[in-house]
T-cell receptor
Framework: ETGVTQSPTHLIKTRGQQVTLRCSSQ?????VSWYQQALGQGPQFIFQ???????GRGNFPPRFSGLQFPNYSSELNVNALELDDSALYLC?????????????FGPGTRLTVL | AQSVTQLGSHVSVSEGALVLLRCNYS??????LFWYVQYPNQGLQLLLK??????LVKGINGFEAEFKKSETSFHLTKPSAHMSDAAEYFCAVSDREYGNKLVFGAGTILRVKS
């Protein structure tokens, strides 16, 4: 069984650019959540997709957007990059979006904005 | 609103000593509680979770945690630390109001001395 995978592993962008991060969910999972983990902090919830629909959003501006595909893989897009967007971006998948359902995390994408 | 407080950003123990990592939560409805471990440059791995069954929860690698509603705590313990336990540990909460979206604490870095 393949776990959650993310690409790319590392990415360097300059301020004002746009970036797309990708996540493949674990087999049998229909829910994907994205988290931002700044250096020295705990992960912060960005948004969640359940069966291709957004299912909740954290306190992030609209320049953070996402998408979920019919195979339940997902993308995170960030426009107009700012220096503070430098972080580890974690994707997690789960069988459902129901409370208590375990989330399985990928290894993350390390984004550096210069 | 949910929140998690982890007391102590760094904890240092000797190999073979008791490990105690503290977590207090705030939630307006019965919570689900999780402990995750993160090794350097990796994603998060679930150690254990509380989902309103037994208050003493046993996890992987010899870790356990006890849910204490009166103290709003979910502290993580391990009787005897091993060098391989050195990592960062995150406590997280979710509840029925927010589905399985996670709110994380700031993390505790565990150092194990030989």
């Amino acid at each position: 069984e393949t776990g959650v995978t993310q690409s790319p592993t590392h990415l360097i962008k300059t301020r004002g650019q746009q970036v797309t991060l990708r996540c493949s969910s674990q087999s049998g999972h229909n829910t994907v959540s994205w988290y931002q983990q700044a250096l020295g902090q705990g992960p912060q919830f960005i948004f969640q997709y359940y069966r291709e629909e957004e299912n909740g959003r954290g306190n992030f501006p609209p320049r953070f957007s996402g998408l979920q595909f019919p195979n339940y893989s997902s993308e995170l897009n960030v426009n107009a990059l700012e220096l503070d967007d430098s972080a580890l971006y974690l994707c997690a998948s789960s069988q459902t979006s129901f409370s208590g359902n375990e989330q399985f995390f990928g290894p993350g994408t390390r984004l550096t904005v210069l | 609103a949910q929140s998690v407080t982890q007391l102590g950003s760094h904890v240092s123990v000797s190999e073979g000593a008791l490990v105690l990592l503290r977590c207090n939560y705030s939630s307006s409805v019965p919570p689900y509680l999780f402990w995750y471990v993160q090794y350097p440059n990796q994603g998060l791995q679930l150690l254990l979770k509380y989902t309103s069954a037994a208050t003493l929860v046993k996890g992987i690698n010899g870790f356990e945690a006890e849910f204490k509603k009166s103290e709003t705590s979910f502290h993580l313990t391990k009787p005897s630390a091993h060098m391989s336990d050195a990592a960062e540990y995150f406590c997280a909460v979710s509840d029925r109001e927010y589905g399985n979206k996670l709110v994380f604490g700031a993390g505790t870095i565990l150092r194990v001395k030989s």
